[in-house]
C-alpha cells in the first residue's frame, strides 16, 4: 500500500510540473517567444516556487538540480508544444485539464514546501508561508517576466489561499501525529479540491 501510495505521489509530482511548465508555455507563446524563451519560461514557472524556497532555507542542491531529469523533460516538452496552434491551447478539453492538473501540482507543491520547512525547523506560521511560495511563486515570476500583472494578485478565484490553507492542513496533521505521507496525500486533495470548487462556483475573497 504504502508503495503505491509513494508511486502515486511521484505521478503526481509529475502532472504538476508540467502543469506548470506548460502555463509558462502558453504565456511564453503569447509573447512571441522562440524555443529559448519558452523553455525558459516554462523552467521558471515550474520551479521557481521551490527555487526561492530552497535559497531561503539554504537547501541544496536546488530541486531541479537534484531532479535534474525534470529539466531535460520540459525541455523536451518546449520543443513539442512550441508548434502547436493557439486553437490547441483553447480548446475547453485541454483547459478543463490543465486546470486540474494545475491544482494537483499547487497541492503537491505548497506541500512539499510547507514539509521541507518544518524539516529544517521554521515554526507553523513560516512553514505555511513557505509552502504557499513554492506553490504560487513560480507562476509570479513568469507573470512578471512576460510583463503581466501576477494572477495571483487579482481579484481571481482562490489560488494562494488554497495553498496557505493546504500548507497549514498538512502542518496540524504532522502535529496531530499523522505519519508524512497520508499528511501528504490529505493535504495535496484538500488544496486539489478546494482550488477546483473556487473556480467552479467562483469563490474569491471578500477584500
Request: with cysteine; proline share 3%.
Amino acid at each position: 500500500m504504502i508503495f503505491s501510495q509513494i508511486h502515486a505521489l511521484a505521478l503526481v509530482e509529475l502532472l504538476g510540473v508540467l502543469a506548470f511548465a506548460f502555463t509558462g508555455i502558453i504565456e511564453a507563446r503569447k509573447k512571441g517567444m522562440d524555443l529559448i524563451g519558452v523553455y525558459t519560461v516554462s523552467m521558471i514557472t515550474a520551479f521557481g516556487g521551490g527555487t526561492v524556497r530552497d535559497l531561503m532555507i539554504g537547501h541544496y542542491p536546488l530541486y531541479w538540480v537534484q531532479h535534474s531529469g525534470y529539466a531535460l523533460m520540459l525541455l523536451g516538452f518546449a520543443i513539442a508544444a512550441a508548434p502547436l496552434s493557439a486553437v490547441f491551447y483553447e480548446n475547453p478539453t485541454v483547459t478543463k485539464v490543465f486546470v486540474i492538473l494545475d491544482a494537483l501540482g499547487l497541492g503537491l507543491f505548497s506541500t512539499v514546501g510547507a514539509s521541507m520547512a518544518h524539516q529544517v525547523g521554521c515554526d507553523f506560521y513560516i512553514s505555511m508561508l513557505l509552502g504557499v511560495v513554492t506553490g504560487v511563486f513560480g507562476g509570479i515570476i513568469r507573470d512578471i517576466i512576460c510583463n503581466e500583472i501576477p494572477n495571483v494578485f487579482r481579484r481571481n478565484e482562490l489560488y494562494a489561499t488554497c495553498a496557505a490553507l493546504g500548507s497549514a492542513v498538512f502542518l496540524i496533521c504532522l502535529y496531530l501525529g499523522v505519519d508524512e505521507l497520508p499528511s501528504t496525500l490529505v493535504a495535496i486533495a484538500f488544496t486539489t479540491a478546494l482550488r477546483i470548487i473556487s473556480i467552479k462556483y467562483r469563490v474569491k475573497l471578500p477584500l
